[in-house]
């Protein structure tokens, strides 16, 4: 979210082309092309920390990187969209007309207002993200409940299968249900009947 805020914010710049292409690169990229990426370069590569596995907490920042470097891609682009959007509307002219200093300009009226289409994003992410464990801990060798998935998928036992997919979807549904509140919270224009 802070990359798409700076690169609202500096709009036609350095930093505004830097990070679109980063935020390009990220959304093109498949978490599982990313992770072997991950694996290749930084772990082979430059001999860093033992990539496989899950003895203590360093071993699990590669896995991280590879979830969560298409997650911040998308974020920033809908960041940056929204602020851009918002940052066109009258209030904000009437907000710098009034002598408010930038900074609470952009966190209290711009962020405040582009926050609705983030969360959205944010929430269908988690959901993408908890789907998106199963490639993941497969190439890292971590073990959870997606490695467990394609255990269960290599040898056939459909009751686990079914639970775990069970789990995933309930998982989701509770998320989604997380967003709308969170709606009706944030812009009490929205009302549930």
Known sequence: ???????????????DYASRIIAIAGVAMPTFWIGILVVYFLVAWFDWL??????????MFFPAVALGFYNMALIARVTRSSMLEVFREDYIRTARSKGLREGAV?????????FLPIITISGWQ????????????????????????????????????????????????????VVDLLYAWL???????
């Open 1 to 15: 979210m802070p990359l798409g805020v700076l690169s609202a914010v500096r709009q036609d710049t350095i930093a």
């Open 50 to 59: 033992p990539p496989l596995g899950y003895a203590n907490l360093q071993q």
């Open 187 to 193: 812009d009490p224009r929205i009302r549930y009947e």
């Open 126 to 177: 988690v959901g993408r993200l908890i789907a998106g464990t199963v490639v993941i801990e497969t190439i890292f060798l971590v073990p959870g409940m997606g490695r467990l998935l394609v255990d269960s998928i290599l040898h056939r036992d459909y009751t686990m299968i079914q639970s775990i997919v069970m789990v995933i979807a309930f998982m989701v549904l509770a998320l989604n249900l």
């Open 106 to 114: 952009i966190i209290r009226h711009a962020l405040k207002n582009a």
